[in-house]
């Protein structure tokens, strides 16, 4: 039998979780703020560790406040869509082979998918 605590999280569900709490922020929060806006069993450290990964990755900025840092998002990226967004330019910046990347990705897309994207090129993306 597993324990809840002991079953993993989809990728990205613990990042929108906490990007979410920001996004509901009036202003930068602490891990610990954070932790406690969440409501789940996450250890503040777990917490600490996204923060700083989604700061890596350019999501959020962080600015010191005592001996710790306080979260706030990016300007670019303020809804989920935004982070989505964001995660695809990660992911593509991480191969030297755009046009193969861009060519596959594209290759996979459903035709509602592909008509939305051409729409969205054809009018310069706007």
Do not use: C, N
């Amino acid at each position: 039998m597993t324990d809840a605590k002991d079953e993993r999280r989809p990728a990205g569900e613990l990042e929108a979780s906490i990007m979410a709490a920001l996004w509901a922020a009036d202003g930068p929060l602490t891990p610990g703020q954070v932790q406690a806006s969440l409501g789940a069993d996450l250890a503040r450290t777990t917490v600490t560790t996204i923060l700083t990964r989604l700061h890596d990755k350019g999501v959020v900025k962080r600015q010191r406040r005592g001996r710790g840092f306080v979260y706030f998002p990016v300007q670019e990226v303020r809804d989920a869509q935004g982070l989505t967004a964001r995660r695809m330019h990660s992911e593509l910046d991480r191969d030297s082979d755009r046009e193969t990347v861009l060519a596959r990705f594209v290759a996979q897309l459903s035709p509602d998918d592909e008509r939305i994207l051409r729409e969205l090129l054809e009018s310069d993306g706007r």
